[in-house]
């Protein structure tokens, strides 16, 4: 089984741009697919973006669709998600989490592995 580590949030301005990579540890990254989700305070978890095992299938929420990017490296075992033309709404903590059997999908139940996030700040 895997682990999963987020890292490159911070503080950013609207308009602003910022990398998130979602770094897994164990042999066997490349089986499974990797989702995003973020949880803004006191609001549920959201999906915003998944990459199947092989990089083949994406698949992006509409809020976040034309200005993110998902991709993968899996000789580096690392997942990334670019994300552009930032808002204040796309505050909160971003969580990556992977999945062995179904695919690029967005239902976070469908997940069996979760890192422990990192904060993404977009300041108006």
């Known amino acids: 089984q895997v682990q999963l580590v987020e890292s490159g949030g911070g503080l950013v301005q609207a308009g602003g741009s910022l990398r998130l990579s979602c770094a897994a540890s164990g042999r066997t990254f490349s089986y499974y697919s990797i989702g995003w989700f973020r949880q803004a305070p006191g609001k549920e978890r959201d999906f915003v973006a998944a990459i199947s095992w092989s990089g083949a299938t994406t698949a992006y929420a509409d809020s976040v669709k034309g200005r993110s990017t998902i991709s993968r490296d899996n000789a580096k075992n690392v997942v990334y998600l670019q994300m552009n033309s930032l808002k204040p709404e796309d505050t909160a903590v971003y969580y990556c989490?992977?999945?062995?059997?179904?695919?690029?999908?967005?239902?976070?139940?469908?997940?069996?592995?979760w890192g422990q996030g990192t904060q993404v700040t977009v300041s108006s």
């Open positions: 989490a992977a999945n062995r059997f179904t695919g690029a999908t967005d239902r976070g139940n469908e997940y069996g592995v």
